[in-house]
């Protein structure tokens, strides 16, 4: 599984998200993630079809398809529940 997340510099919610991905990311070592910043890196912003609620969080599975996406400040523990239930995908 891999994770994309979309930010930006000017996005407060981004800030907020930013050390609760932190402790995901030490938790889970084996958890893939990709920065990309909104302003900057428009191919990707563009190829997920990002639009500017940020922050926003794309699950891939194994073979780059979308699992799911969510967007804003969702909790560590909705983020973890999301993770377990497609780690294995």
């Keep these: 599984m891999k994770v994309l997340k979309f930010g930006a510099v000017w996005c ?42 940020l922050p926003t969080f794309v699950f891939l599975d194994k073979d780059g398809n979308e699992l799911t996406r969510v967007n804003g400040e969702p909790s560590k523990e909705k983020l973890e529940e999301i993770i377990a239930e497609n780690k294995d995908k």
Excluded at 16 to 30: F, L, S, Y
Excluded at 44 to 50: N, R, S, Y
């Design 12 to 53: 407060p919610g981004c800030i907020v998200m930013k050390p609760r991905w932190a402790e995901i990311e030490k938790e889970k070592p084996w958890l893939e993630t990709e920065f990309y910043d909104f302003d900057q890196d428009k191919e990707m912003v563009e190829k997920h079809q990002i639009n500017d609620e």
